[in-house]
């Protein structure tokens, strides 16, 4: 396959690994302890993925060294 073929194909689905999801569901309950103190609806753990993933994105750099890094601006 060509990488320009490639790079036209994303991932339908995502996996995560075992640590992850609990990251991801700590964090998810975290938020939502906050948003239900402040009187608004909770998100689900897959609305948080996106929303995190739609910044990130926008934020992911290469280090010196080849690293993938997110940089907060």
């Given amino acids: ?3 320009k073929a490639w790079s ?5 689905t995502v996996r995560l690994n075992d640590s992850e999801q609990e990251r991801l ?5 975290e ?4 948003l239900i103190n402040r009187g608004l609806e909770p998100i ?5 993925v996106h929303r ?5 994105i926008e ?11 997110i940089v907060l601006k």
């Avoid at 569901?25 to 309950?29: E, G, L, Q, T, W």
């Fill in 1 to 3: 396959m060509s990488q």
């Fill in 8 to 12: 036209k194909r994303m991932a339908v």
């Fill in 25 to 29: 569901r700590r964090k998810a309950i």
């Fill in 31 to 34: 938020l939502n302890k906050v």
């Fill in 44 to 48: 689900k753990d897959s609305e948080l």
């Fill in 52 to 56: 995190i993933l739609d910044q990130a």
């Fill in 59 to 69: 934020s992911a750099e290469i280090s010196s060294s080849g690293e993938v890094i």
